[in-house]
Structure formats: structure tokens, C-alpha cells
């Protein structure tokens, strides 16, 4: 197939301008809750490291740290080595993930949390304030 090279330079230039729908920021509704998470610690566990996250909220509904786990396990993005483990203790939910050393699992470590907490933010209308 080919193309001339109008069609190459004309494609993008119509993505651009094609109007894109945006929420205006009033319409977006927030529930007054905001979820938190911090990176509590990491270990090295068979030749793996091991991450920890710990989970609360304020505002919202009670049972938001109790729907973590559900969030986390749906959406994180979990390989073979993960042993993935989320439990919940008092006012405060915990997640641990395994993935291999270096640069590349701590990019895999980060993605997995952000993808969980994205989606529960994006579900439950709650701000998130995450330090991972």
C-alpha cells in the first residue's frame, strides 16, 4: 500500500484538529474523599524484590479500604513472579508485589500500584495522594 506524502503529513494534522470531547472541570463530580497511598518498605525475597504499600482514606464510603484489595487484584498488572497479597488491618489496607531487581521491576513495581489506584480513583470519584 502506499501513500503520497501529503496523506503522511495530512493524518496526523487531522488527529490534532478533530474536536475531543473534555469534561470542564465543574462537571467532574468528587466525593470529598481522598485515598492514600504510601510505599511502606521493600525486601529482597528469593532473588526478587518485594514491595509494600499501605492504604487508607479519609472521607468517603467505610468500606473503601476493604474495596483495595478487589481494585488491586483486578487491576494491577501482575507477571508470574508477582505472588501478589493484599489484606486489610484496622483503619489501613496493605499490598505486597515481587518483581525482579533493578530498574526494570521497580518501573513494573510502580505501574502495578498506579494502575489499581487510577482505577479506584476513577471509580469511587475520590482524590488520590499516593507516594509510591
Known sequence: MKFSLAAIIALPLAAVASPVAVPEPS???KRGCTIHGQWESNWVE???SRYRVKV????GDD???SRWCDFYYSHGSF??????Q???DGDHAFADVSYGQGPVGY?????????AFIA???????DLNVNL
Open 63 to 65: 468500606n473503601l479500604n
Open 120 to 126: 479506584m480513583g476513577h471509580e469511587t470519584g475520590c
Open 27 to 29: 462537571s467532574l463530580s
Open 86 to 88: 493484599c489484606w486489610q
Open 46 to 48: 528469593y532473588a526478587n
Open 56 to 59: 487508607w482514606h479519609d472521607g
Open 107 to 115: 518501573e513494573q513495581y510502580k505501574k502495578t500500584f498506579w494502575d
Open 79 to 84: 507477571v508470574i513472579i508477582s505472588n501478589p
